[in-house]
């Protein structure tokens, strides 16, 4: 299934990067975006998931991150996010980046997480950015109120047309361009700046590796194509890492 090529930079890689999308939570049950049945299938992400969208119908938009929270908090991790936490400590480092808001990967295991579009956990303010966590009641389908000063409370979700985290997406590329392997895992390459990483690692030398099962942006660039789903591909990943290589 995986060329030689892609075996011996599994076994010989120093700094492996990795950036997940939808792909690896729809196994856990949460749906892409993308996808025929997904998100953005029954709703319009423009709608949905901006500032505009949230100020023109903030009870649509807040019930709409209840439903996904109820949606993530009933998901587990899968197959694949146990066996990439299990290799974390065979690589240093092995930087993972995610445009996912579900946190599967951190209860799987895996630590120092990049979150470049947020996650749907936390709320903040819209008018102080007070953090407002705990006291969400996810039954509650209406924006709830800032106890601060009164403004409307939103998911901490980077929105189209947002910044992503600075500090987030400045470390996400450093390591897309220090990495000897990158691997680019369930997602559709659609939105930037996320979409650009396995590019930039490519131009800086990685090895880029896609597991997907569809065709995507990717497919014809990638140095090699898995077409298995993450739960999977990845296992088979850490049986080699496993057998080959020894923790740092
Ligand atoms: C920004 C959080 C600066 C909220 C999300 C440059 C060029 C072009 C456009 C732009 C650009 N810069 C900015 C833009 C605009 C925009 C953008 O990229 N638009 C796109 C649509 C053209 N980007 C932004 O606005 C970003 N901000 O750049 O700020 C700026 C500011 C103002 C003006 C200009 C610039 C902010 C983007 C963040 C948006 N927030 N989510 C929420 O979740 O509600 S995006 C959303 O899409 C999710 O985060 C999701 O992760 C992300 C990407 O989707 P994927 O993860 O790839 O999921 P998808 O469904 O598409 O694909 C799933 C894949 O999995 C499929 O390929 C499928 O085959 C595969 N799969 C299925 N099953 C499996 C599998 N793979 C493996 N195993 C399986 N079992
Ligand atoms: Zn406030």
Request: charged fraction near 20%; charge should be negative; glycine fraction near 6%.
């Amino acid at each position: 299934m995986f060329s030689q090529e892609f075996i011996e930079k599994i076994k010989t890689a120093e700094r492996l990067t990795v950036l997940t999308g939808a792909g690896v939570s729809a196994e856990s049950g949460i749906a892409t975006f993308r996808d025929p049945d997904g998100l953005w299938a029954q709703f319009n992400p423009q709608e949905m998931a901006s500032v505009d969208g949230f100020m023109s119908n903030p009870d649509l938009v807040w019930s709409w991150y209840q439903y996904r929270r109820e949606t993530v908090f009933k998901a587990k991790p899968n197959a694949g996010h146990f066996a990439m936490a299990e290799i974390q400590d065979y690589f240093d480092p092995l930087t993972l980046i995610t445009q996912n808001v579900d946190q599967l990967h951190q209860r799987a295991g895996s630590e120092n997480v990049l979150e470049l579009h947020g996650n749907i956990i936390e709320n903040h303010c819209l008018d102080c950015g007070e953090s407002h966590d705990d006291e969400i009641d996810i039954q509650n389908k209406e924006v709830p109120v800032c106890n601060f000063c009164g403004g409307k409370i939103r998911p901490s979700v980077v929105w189209f047309g947002e910044m992503l985290p600075e500090d987030v997406l400045y470390q996400a590329g450093a390591a897309s361009e220090d990495c000897d392997l990158f691997l680019t895992i369930g997602t559709s390459g659609e939105v930037y700046p996320a979409a650009g990483l396995p590019m930039i690692a490519q131009d800086y030398g990685a090895y880029v590796v896609e597991i997907n099962p569809n065709e995507t942006v990717y497919s014809n660039r990638a140095d090699e194509k898995i077409m298995l789903p993450f739960s999977q591909a990845m296992p088979m990943i850490a049986e080699i890492v496993k057998k080959y290589r020894t923790k740092v």
